[in-house]
């Protein structure tokens, strides 16, 4: 069973950074696109970052410029730097594996402060 766990949230300042980690329980070398998405309170869950097995990456505009998405597959982790957070940011973050089906984590909770 696959079981993705997702680390690396908190608070932090408006113009600060955070990185989120998701620790995979399998091999990730194999799976295709994996991603990062977000949820805010009352509203729809969204894309922040798509990445593929040979490092293709997208992002909405929202965060183009601002986040960066990566994989290490030696360490089976899926990473996502945020820079320059600002509190429209605010959400719980959720790692994403597409396998055939979609497996999501548990989410880690990314406050941003004004």
């Known amino acids: 069973q696959v079981r993705l766990v997702e680390s690396g949230g908190g608070l932090v300042q408006a113009g600060g950074s955070l990185r989120l980690s998701c620790a995979v329980s399998?091999?990730?070398?194999?799976?295709?696109?994996m991603g990062w998405f977000r949820q805010a309170p009352g509203k729809q869950r969204e894309l922040v970052a798509i990445i593929t097995t040979g490092d293709i990456t997208n992002y909405p505009d929202a965060v183009k410029g601002r986040f960066a998405i990566s994989r290490d597959n030696a360490k089976n982790t899926l990473y996502l730097q945020m820079n320059s957070l600002k509190p429209e940011d605010t959400a719980v973050y959720y790692c994403?594996?597409?396998?055939?089906?979609?497996?999501w984590g548990q989410g880690t909770q990314v406050t941003v402060s004004s």
């Open positions: 399998v091999s990730i070398a194999s799976i295709n696109v």
């Open positions: 994403n594996a597409q396998i055939g089906r979609n497996v």
